[in-house]
């Protein structure tokens, strides 16, 4: 048995929601068989819903792994400016990837090493790859803002350094 795409799905939840309409409509008429009827098609359309959120997770979840499909490692390091000054808002991170790229030369995929200063500079996929794959390079600093979850310690860090705006440059 193969598995419905999620048009497949979409298509025949559109059916069942026309089958609907009809009984309904002609329910007053019908009676009871047609009260059923309509139970019956509210209980299918349903389940049809439910498989189609199920076919979207699974996509989703399909393109994440695509995307960080080539990444092999990351890692990244922290300074401060001023020894013994751990505020994060002053922090720079040096993040370093590995990621497999197309090598004409030998036609084969090869491990590139990669760097950026900062997390603006690192690729979505990379960011991606960090927080879903790689929790454990994330700084302790960042992860302290909300211990366990890779993805709020992030938001609460982001949300904290865009309220620094730099007065140096043009707006």
């Not at 393109?63 to 390091?77: C, H, Y």
Request: hydrophobic content about 35%; aromatic content about 8%; overall charge negative.
């Amino acid at each position: 048995m193969t598995t419905p795409t999620i048009d497949t799905i979409a298509a025949e939840i559109e059916t069942l929601r026309n089958d609907l309409r009809v009984v309904q409509a002609a329910s007053d008429l019908i009676g009871k068989p047609a009260v059923a009827k309509c139970r019956e098609i509210e209980a299918e359309i349903a389940k049809a819903q439910d498989a189609y959120a199920v076919a979207l997770a699974d996509k989703a979840e399909q393109e994440r792994k695509e995307r960080i499909a080539g990444f092999t490692d990351i890692s990244i390091t922290t300074s401060y400016p001023n020894q013994g000054d751990n505020n994060l808002l002053r922090a720079t991170f040096d993040i370093s990837y590995t990621r497999l790229e197309w090598n004409g030369g030998y036609r084969q995929s090869l491990p590139v090493q990669h760097s950026v200063n900062g997390f603006p500079a690192l690729p979505d996929d990379a960011y991606i790859y960090l927080v879903t794959e790689r929790p454990d390079a994330i700084p302790a600093e960042i992860m302290a803002l909300h211990p366990g979850n890779p993805h709020e310690a992030f938001r609460a860090y982001l949300r904290q350094t865009a309220g620094r705006v730099s007065h140096s440059q043009p707006c």
